[in-house]
């Protein structure tokens, strides 16, 4: 981050899923029991449009950008690897 870069930079993995793949997952590394699922009408109000949004229709991001103007480095290509590797 100390370089001069100007711009957004997504710092994402190499692995885009939706939530309803990787937190499940998450879960299970953590030892935690699987997320409910309620419906989207339900969630709303409780965590907002935004949120609802992101989780359900949520589309994976590039850190093409990062890697090639910052030179940044993935510790874990996947969401998968780093889960498993750092909570279990």
Not at 43 to 50: E, I, K, Q, S
Request: with cysteine.
């Amino acid at each position: 981050m100390e370089q001069r870069a100007a711009g957004v930079f997504n710092i994402v993995d190499d692995d885009p899923a939706p939530a309803r793949e990787w937190l499940p997952y998450l879960a299970a590394c953590a030892g935690a029991k699987p997320p409910m699922r309620i419906p989207a009408w339900l969630a709303r109000p409780l965590a907002g449009r935004t949120a609802v949004m992101m989780m359900t229709q949520g589309r994976g991001f590039s850190n093409a950008k990062a890697k090639r103007e910052l030179g940044w480095q993935l510790r874990y290509p996947s969401w998968r690897q780093g889960f498993k590797e750092e909570l279990s």
